[in-house]
C-alpha cells in the first residue's frame, strides 16, 4: 500500500488523537476539523489526523489547514482508513469522527469524563441532525438520531453494544486487543467492532459528548431505500456471514454546487 503523508509538529503528551476517514469531502471537511480545533479541553493535548482514500477533489488540501497529520491512502475501505489512523496515533485514547459530523465544543470533555468515571473501554457520544430546515425534515432528524440514541443506549445496557462511529473514543489498548477494525466491510465494521468491545470491557453512551452529524444518505436515497440498504447489508453481515463492499453499500458525497452523489 502506498502512504503519502503531510505532517506538522505534534506533542509529545497527546491525550486524545482524533481520527477522520475521509472520501470526497471537500464541502465537509473543513467544517469538522473546526469543531475539533475549538474543543474547550485542558486535560490534554489533541492530536487530529485524517486518512484519505485518494480523493479526487480537494479534501486534502482542505484538511491540511487543520491536521496534525492528513495521510493519503491509495485503498478504499474506512475501516482500513481508522485503522491506519489508529496506527500513527500518539494519544491514549482514539476519538472517531465522521468527516460529515460537527461536534459540540465540550465533546472531548464528556467522553473524557465518560472514560475516566466509568473505567469504560468505549464510548460513543449522542448524535442530532445537522442541518434543519422544514418542519417535516425536522421531525424525521428528531426521530432518526432519537432511535440510534436508543439503541446504542439499550444495547450497552444489555451488554452487547450496537455503537455506530460517527462520534466515538475508545481506549488505545482496548483497539489494539480487539484488532482494530475489519477493512473487508463497507457497513456494520462499526457494529461488529462495538461488540467486540463490549466483550472485554464496559461501553457506554455519553450524553454530555453531543455531535451533529449530516443525513445526507437519506436525502439522497430516502427513508424507505436507506433503511432497505442498511437492514439488507446487516442481514448480509450477521446472518449469512457476507462481507458486503462499496458495491454494496456506495459512499455518499456532496459536490460544491449541494448535489448528492
Given at each position: 500500500m502506498e502512504l503519502s503523508e503531510v505532517s506538522v509538529t505534534a506533542a509529545k503528551d497527546t491525550l486524545f488523537t482524533v481520527v477522520v476517514p475521509t472520501y470526497c469531502e471537500e464541502q465537509n471537511i473543513g467544517r469538522c476539523l473546526e469543531s475539533i480545533q475549538k474543543q474547550v479541553f485542558e486535560e490534554g493535548r489533541i492530536e487530529t489526523i485524517v486518512v484519505d482514500s485518494n480523493s479526487p477533489d480537494k479534501t486534502r488540501a482542505i484538511a491540511k489547514k487543520y491536521a496534525a497529520k492528513v495521510?493519503?491512502?491509495?485503498?478504499?475501505?474506512?475501516?482500513?482508513?481508522?485503522?491506519?489512523?489508529?496506527?500513527?496515533?500518539?494519544?491514549?485514547?482514539?476519538?472517531?469522527?465522521?468527516?460529515?459530523?460537527?461536534?459540540?465544543?465540550?465533546?472531548?470533555?464528556?467522553?473524557h469524563e465518560a472514560l475516566n468515571r466509568s473505567k469504560a473501554v468505549y464510548v460513543v457520544g449522542t448524535m442530532a441532525g445537522l442541518e434543519w430546515s422544514g418542519t417535516a425534515d425536522n421531525l424525521l432528524k428528531f426521530l432518526h438520531y432519537g432511535l440510534v440514541n436508543l439503541i446504542s443506549t439499550v444495547t450497552a445496557h444489555l451488554g452487547f453494544p450496537f455503537f455506530p462511529t460517527v462520534c466515538c473514543a475508545c481506549r488505545k489498548t482496548a483497539f489494539r486487543r480487539v484488532g482494530g477494525f475489519d477493512e473487508d466491510l463497507a457497513i456494520a465494521e462499526d457494529l461488529k467492532f462495538s461488540l467486540r468491545m463490549g466483550k472485554i470491557g464496559r461501553c457506554f453512551v455519553s450524553r454530555r459528548a453531543k455531535a451533529y452529524t449530516s443525513l445526507r444518505r437519506i436525502r439522497k436515497n430516502g427513508m424507505i431505500k436507506n433503511s432497505y440498504?442498511?437492514?439488507?447489508?446487516?442481514?448480509?453481515?450477521?446472518v449469512l456471514n457476507k462481507r458486503p463492499w462499496i458495491t454494496d453499500f456506495p459512499h455518499t458525497s456532496e459536490t460544491q454546487d449541494g448535489r448528492l452523489i
Open positions: 495521510v493519503n491512502m491509495k485503498d478504499r475501505g474506512v475501516g482500513k482508513a481508522r485503522n491506519l489512523g489508529a496506527q500513527k496515533a500518539k494519544g491514549e485514547f482514539l476519538v472517531f469522527v465522521d468527516a460529515d459530523t460537527v461536534l459540540d465544543s465540550k465533546f472531548l470533555a464528556g467522553i440498504m442498511y437492514l439488507s447489508n446487516y442481514f448480509k453481515v450477521f
